[in-house]
Nanobody, 122 residues
Framework: QVQLAESGGGLVHPGGSLTLSCAASGSISGINVMGWYRQTPGEERELVAAFTRTGSTNYADSVMGRFTVSRDNSKNTVTLQMNSLKPEDTAVYYC????????????????WGQGTQVTVSS
């Protein structure tokens, strides 16, 4: 019914840049919030950035000024541009969509992508 597909992960050196993309597909009429979480072994999943349907953004303090989240006009894709990457940014990054509705109303819960690995290392 609703699927999220991520792309763009990989290995980069400290100080480098990487861009992650996510596309939502399925029976979708609208999405209130799209964004990105990340998770490292032994840690809880952490909100990285979010973008609401009306254009508001929110960033984790640790990525403020380095990462930029955006959505296209259709509101069913989201992109995370990551600059000045640090080893501490190494994690599996997950795209998410919350407040998704289709022709019959809102879907229950949030939707998640499969995750894409980002590794920052020399």
């Amino acid at each position: 019914q609703v699927q999220l597909a991520e792309s763009g992960g990989g290995l980069v050196h400290p100080g480098g840049s990487l861009t992650l993309s996510c596309a939502a597909s399925g029976s979708i009429s609208g999405i209130n919030v799209m964004g990105w979480y990340r998770q490292t072994p032994g840690e809880e999943r952490e909100l990285v950035a979010a973008f609401t349907r009306t254009g508001s953004t929110n960033y984790a303090d640790s990525v403020m000024g380095r990462f930029t989240v955006s959505r296209d006009n259709s509101k069913n894709t989201v992109t995370l541009q990551m600059n000045s990457l640090k080893p501490e940014d190494t994690a599996v990054y997950y795209c998410y969509a919350a407040g998704v509705w289709g022709p019959d109303g809102y879907y229950t819960g949030a939707f998640w992508g499969q995750g894409t690995q980002v590794t920052v290392s020399s």
